[in-house]
């Protein structure tokens, strides 16, 4: 278990962060879960060992350095933080709320458009796809 430790150990040191029991303990929950969890889910399977601030200031210090990825007020783990080239989405289903990533590699190919289009220049791209998964169909 937590065998995102070292790697996240790695990033954290580089930008002279500690590694709390904090962090230890959201990772260890993060690591258990494939679907999002709210900071207030995370206090509540922690049974309260951690006050929602500090769970939100842990998220957002795993989430600079790419650990986990946060959508509508929910975090997950990076299934693959070495990853950079491609765009990380999730496939969440609305009945079971799992939620699969996947890395699209379609980044380029629209950025190269919208700049040709529109002289716009891309730097992020909000998506979610939700749907039904393979075990709810
Ligand atoms: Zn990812
Ligand atoms: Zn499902």
């Given at each position: 278990?937590?065998?995102?430790?070292?790697?996240?150990?790695?990033?954290?040191?580089?930008?002279?962060?500690?590694?709390?029991?904090?962090?230890?303990?959201?990772l260890?929950?993060?690591?258990?879960?494939?679907?999002?969890?709210?900071?207030?889910?995370?206090e509540?399977?922690?049974?309260?060992?951690?006050?929602?601030?500090?769970?939100?200031?842990?998220?957002?210090?795993?989430?600079?350095?790419?650990?986990?990825?946060?959508?509508?007020?929910?975090?997950?783990?990076?299934?693959?933080?070495?990853?950079?080239?491609e765009?990380?989405?999730?496939?969440?289903?609305?009945?079971?709320?799992?939620?699969?990533?996947?890395?699209?590699?379609?980044?380029?190919?629209?950025?190269?458009?919208?700049?040709?289009?529109?002289?716009?220049?891309?730097?992020?791209?909000?998506?979610?796809?939700?749907?039904?998964?393979?075990?709810?169909?």
């Amino acid at each position: 278990m937590n065998q995102n430790l070292a790697p996240v150990e790695a990033a954290f040191s580089a930008r002279r962060w500690r590694v709390t029991l904090g962090v230890r303990e959201v990772l260890r929950i993060l690591e258990t879960h494939d679907h999002f969890l709210s900071a207030h889910e995370i206090e509540k399977i922690l049974d309260h060992s951690l006050d929602v601030t500090t769970i939100y200031r842990v998220l957002e210090k795993l989430q600079e350095v790419r650990f986990v990825h946060e959508f509508q007020g929910k975090w997950r783990l990076c299934s693959d933080c070495h990853n950079q080239t491609e765009s990380h989405h999730f496939l969440i289903c609305e009945n079971c709320g799992s939620a699969e990533e996947i890395f699209l590699d379609y980044h380029e190919a629209i950025s190269d458009q919208l700049a040709r289009e529109k002289q716009f220049l891309l730097k992020k791209v909000h998506l979610g796809f939700l749907g039904t998964c393979r075990n709810c169909r």
